[in-house]
């Protein structure tokens, strides 16, 4: 039985043809987000790009991400933490029958204040099937980051980290944008300074600051203010987290981010491993396992 | 001997005709700050708003603000901190000798990275008469906020927040500002409620995140998620100041913003009294006598 593994998020869909050992047959990509879905039409984007792998009989497909939210395809629900596949099977949201399925997001609460997931929780259950690990903290950057604790193979909760989005808005439209280099290349010395300066505890409102300062005093160079608000961000990240006890973090994500996540968390004698799409795709067959 | 007091800013010119005792005999303002000067000419703007003042002999002018700065009209210094009146009146930079000064701003060092305040150091001043004090802990909000320590006259130490900034890109240009009405009137319950949830330490990071979770549950209405991440952030930032043997917060600036401050300031203990525009004045005045 074939899997068509679809992750569709906000501003891209990619998908993976599977055979029956989770090899991956075929992959595809377009530009054709939640955001993007021409005239809305959700049924005929997904037939232009899937139709010819959905043909043979028995296929499967199941949708993860952004596609189950209210300005999806279906709103499919968040199903509370903790959660494990099995919750995740028994939440599905059916578009055909047995043939098209949108994969439910993740909630967790926490003093009267929600957080939610949509997509992640996916490449969570596959890195835990790549890894071979069934506990950890699992660390997804982006736009919106998810630190994930994990025990005994179900997600026992989790917090959103808008760093990638901050890193956007302070690097390209705050007054920092003026003496800063957003898409300069890595300088790790000065993305070390960043997060050890934020361990000062000062927060992120003042410290964010100092890139302005700094600059201002020819002390740090455009692609180098860069590599240090992104330190600043990553840093105040890991400084409210609990990494006491952690043995390792599973990260899952584009290479250049979990390489800076990696390097943040080395910084403090954290060890990672790392893992990109692949993580979605594993999660995705974990979960046809489930059903 | 008449006082043109003129604070320049980055976004707006402002006026006043000061007589020998310190009475405002008029006021002017234009928005015609550093960046909107028709043609870089600052000498024929500051004319055609002040030539009329300036004309009576012996007329004295002192401007603060940013006019000082490398984008201004001429680049005043950063005088170190600690810094008293005597160290502003010590590093004027004439513009027309005893006729139009630029005055310095003040910088501040800590842990290898400087911070900077051009105009913020002549309203403290101006706080210090009126409120006939001479020690004490001044908070000056805006879009660059000041916390600054003064002791015995001069000021000691101070640290720069971008919460206004980050108030602006994040209510108007993140995702929060989907479900948020960034111009909404204060909803003070939500207000506190922001306050409160910055003090549980996990960082703004998180705790803007919750902004977004709790509009997707309908907990959050779009008036009231304004006041909310107002409230996140001022309570971030208090959460970094060492507010334990502080008496008294000195507010200076636009009531709608210092009240704010008051609100959140009261809700941990600490009293607060309330200065407008007129520190500008008062500290322009003490900087004459100083001379």
């Known amino acids: 039985m074939r899997l068509i593994a679809v992750d569709w998020g906000t501003s891209s869909l990619r998908g993976a043809l599977l055979d029956d050992d989770g090899s991956v047959l075929d992959e595809k990509s377009a530009p054709l987000g939640i955001l993007n879905v021409p005239g809305g039409d959700f049924a005929g984007t997904f037939a232009s790009c899937f139709a010819d792998w959905m043909r043979p009989a028995g296929s499967l497909c199941l949708i993860s991400g952004m596609a189950g939210s209210r300005q999806g395809w279906l709103e499919a629900p968040y199903v509370a933490c903790p959660a494990g596949l099995a919750d995740l ?22 003093d009267g204040v929600p957080d939610v997931m949509r997509g992640e929780e996916v490449q969570i259950f596959g890195a835990m099937r790549l890894c071979g690990i069934e506990s950890g903290l699992f660390v997804l950057p982006g736009t919106h980051n998810k630190w994930a604790t994990v025990r005994d193979g179900r997600v026992t909760g989790f917090r959103t980290c808008m760093t990638g989005e901050f890193y956007g808005l302070l690097s390209r439209q705050s007054i920092l944008a003026r003496t800063l280099q957003a898409d300069a290349p890595l300088d790790e010395a000065a993305f070390r300074q960043g997060v050890t300066r934020a361990g000062n ?37 890991l400084r409210t987290q609990s990494l006491e006890d952690v043995g390792e973090v599973v990260l899952i994500g584009a290479p250049e981010l979990t390489a800076r996540y990696a390097l943040a968390l080395g910084q403090v004698g954290v060890e990672t491993r790392m893992l990109g799409a692949e993580a979605t795709w594993a999660g995705l067959r974990s979960l046809r396992a489930a059903m």
């Open 89 to 110: 099977a028994h939440h599905l949201r059916w578009i055909e029958r047995d043939r098209i399925a949108i994969v439910a997001g993740l909630s967790d609460e926490r």
């Open 201 to 237: 505890g000062e927060g992120l409102l003042h410290n964010a600051f100092g890139v302005r300062a700094l600059a201002l005093f020819e002390r740090l160079s455009a692609p180098a203010s860069a590599s240090y608000l992104s330190g600043l961000l990553i840093g105040e990240e």
